[in-house]
């Protein structure tokens, strides 16, 4: 079936460790995001990719990096994880522009 | 600073009746509006959009308004159906500047029997 695929669904993570979350696509979609869901504040924009090997900053970048080496895959690293990072994490995908994103499941992490 | 809100938190209706989700936004580059529908444990899912050059957009039981001078949009669900419970992120774009979205905060959609 096509679509998003998010790993790991969730995560119980120890403050002070590196953690990537991973994101794989097989619609062939050009850009790809992150975005993280934290109540009463909506999904806000981590890091975007418009195109494979071209990557940039969203709303709330800080601690964050991404890269993206091919069209499917956009993987997002927590390199020191803090307890500020506890959210919900979705990777999404669109196509040209004025077409609607599509969505993984979701990466549930707990930063302790 | 929000560029997109959704004031209403919660809202609750009763089946078969119209269910209205609001939504303003304040930057006048959004050219492009969609509403997502998200249920718990999932991830969420495009419902309809709107162009900023169209004021109102149907889909089945889902119409999306656009009011530019006010920069409001809203959702109406008629009939509501129980299965419509969910929260309602509304999302805006700047479609010059790429398709990036920008969430509102959402809002609990309950509909009651």
């Known amino acids: 079936i096509a679509g998003i695929t998010q790993a790991p669904t969730s995560q119980i993570l120890a403050a002070g460790r590196r953690m990537t979350l991973r994101c794989t696509q097989d619609?062939?979609?050009?850009?790809m995001y992150w975005y993280r869901q934290d109540l009463g504040l909506g999904l806000r924009l981590i890091h975007y990719s418009n195109t494979a090997g071209t990557t940039g900053k969203g709303e709330v970048p800080d601690g964050y990096s991404v890269s993206r080496a091919n069209t499917d895959d956009f993987p997002l690293t927590l390199a020191s994880a803090v307890p500020s990072q506890t959210s919900v994490y979705f990777c999404?995908?669109?196509?040209?522009?004025?077409?609607?994103?599509?969505f993984g499941q979701g990466t549930r992490l707990t930063v302790v | 600073d929000q560029q997109v809100k959704q004031n209403s938190p919660s809202l609750s209706v009763q089946e078969g009746r119209i269910s209205i989700l609001n939504c303003d936004y304040t930057n006048s580059m959004f050219d492009y509006f969609l509403w997502y529908k998200k249920y718990p444990a999932e991830g969420p899912t495009f419902l309809i959009s709107i162009s900023s050059i169209k004021d109102k957009n149907e889909d089945g039981r889902f119409t999306v308004f656009l009011n530019k001078s006010a920069k409001h949009l809203s959702l109406h669900i008629v009939p509501s159906q129980p299965g419509d419970s969910a929260v309602y992120f509304c999302?805006?774009?700047?479609?010059?500047?790429?398709?990036?979205?920008?969430f509102g905060t959402g809002t609990q959609l309950k509909v009651e029997l």
């Open positions: 999404a995908s669109s196509t040209q522009v004025n077409t609607e994103a599509f």
């Open positions: 999302a805006a774009s700047d479609t010059g500047g790429g398709n990036k979205l920008t």
């Open positions: 619609m062939r979609h050009n850009a």
